[in-house]
């Protein structure tokens, strides 16, 4: 399974991004996508994932402000985020998990900028 991520960038404090990442290869196998994030001098965190049925699962410090959404038909994952805050900068990994959970897959990071 192959992960491209796109849609990190730059962006004041109260904006908006959206993140997408496209899964390729062995799709069938996968069931779980989501982000993680990592910010410099931090471990990588979870920020959201979603089933393949569709059952969501944020972390706290997002809830309200980012949602996940899933194309299956188009084997995409995206990361709508509002509200944008500076303590959201970092890198943004695409994972994907199958079935099982035994297997995870990473796409490249893409970085997020929030300037106060």
């Known amino acids: 399974v192959q992960l491209q991520a796109s849609g990190g960038g730059l962006v004041q404090a109260g904006g908006s991004l959206r993140l997408a990442c496209a899964a390729s290869g062995n799709i069938f196998s996968i069931n779980v996508m989501g982000w993680y994030r990592q910010a410099p001098g931090n471990e990588r965190e979870l920020v959201a994932d979603i089933t393949r049925g569709g059952s969501t699962n944020y972390a706290d410090s997002v809830k309200g402000r980012f949602t996940i959404s899933r194309d299956n038909a188009k084997n995409t994952v995206y990361l709508q985020m509002n509200s944008l805050k500076p303590e959201d900068t970092a890198v943004y990994y695409c994972?994907?998990?199958?079935?099982?959970?035994?297997?995870?897959?990473w796409g490249k990071g893409t970085l997020v900028t929030v300037s106060s």
């Open positions: 994972n994907a998990r199958n079935w099982q959970g035994s297997i995870g897959y």
